[in-house]
């Protein structure tokens, strides 16, 4: 089963620090996503990358950056933290970019910015 | 059922019974659909997709069912079983260069031992 593994469960900052979430999946895929998710909005895209060093916007994108060096590894970054990105982040990947592709999640982290 | 919208309604039923969750999707073009359950404070886990060139698919204990001509997805899962309690939310491929996945908000279902 490929795994999508973030390292961290929760996140406790403060407004205006710079915040690293990172993820790694285990299955060479090509696609990896960062998506927020808030009680009554569902999941909504921040980025996405089709391969290294490849990155696109998704639907919410400001306040966010994000880095792709290595293929297993997806970075989400806060530059400046504010209260409104208090939320739970979820890394996803998928294989191809192809049509008919489910993505892999992992466990989430609990952003809390104080 | 499920929409895009601010309340997350919720599905009780007892053990041992039929669950039947709705979902209404957004784009006629749309041709990849997907359920997903997520238990809380986990990740979304995949359970079953379906092609729009299909109406049914059936997996263990769950079947998806697709009706294009009302943009109608439903997930059902027979015998249910306390394990069965989450929240399940559908998924549409948008198509596009992109080939996004837009999600729905939700249904959290509830099982009754």
């Known amino acids: 089963d490929v795994k999508v593994t973030q390292s961290s469960r929760y996140l406790v900052k403060r407004t205006g620090e710079k915040v690293f979430l990172e993820c790694v999946q285990d299955?060479?895929?090509?696609?990896m996503f960062w998506y927020r998710q808030d009680p009554g909005l569902g999941l909504r895209l921040i980025y996405f990358?089709?391969?290294?060093?490849?990155?696109e916007k998704g639907d919410i994108p400001e306040g966010y950056s994000v880095s792709r060096e290595k293929k297993e590894r997806f970075s989400l970054i806060l530059e400046s933290a504010s209260t409104n990105q208090t939320s739970m982040y979820l890394c996803a990947s998928r294989e191809t970019g192809g049509p008919n592709e489910k993505l892999f999640f992992g466990s989430g982290t609990q952003l809390s910015v104080l | 059922g499920e929409s895009v919208g601010l309340h997350l309604p919720t599905l009780s039923v007892q053990e041992g019974d039929n669950s039947i969750i709705n979902c209404a999707y957004s784009n006629s073009a749309s041709d990849y659909f997907i359920w997903y359950k997520q238990e809380s404070g986990k990740g979304p886990q995949f359970i079953i997709d379906?092609?729009?060139?299909?109406d049914k698919r059936q997996g263990q204990r769950v079947t998806v069912l697709l009706n294009k001509t009302v943009k109608h997805l439903s997930l059902q899962i027979a015998a249910t079983q306390p394990g069965d309690s989450a929240v399940y939310f559908c998924?549409?491929?948008?198509?596009?260069?992109?080939?996004?996945?837009?999600f729905g908000t939700g249904t959290l279902l509830a099982v009754q031992p």
């Open positions: 990358s089709y391969d290294v060093k490849m990155k």
């Open positions: 379906i092609r729009s060139n299909m």
């Open positions: 299955m060479d895929h090509e696609n």
């Open positions: 998924a549409e491929n948008f198509g596009g260069a992109t080939n996004k996945l837009i």
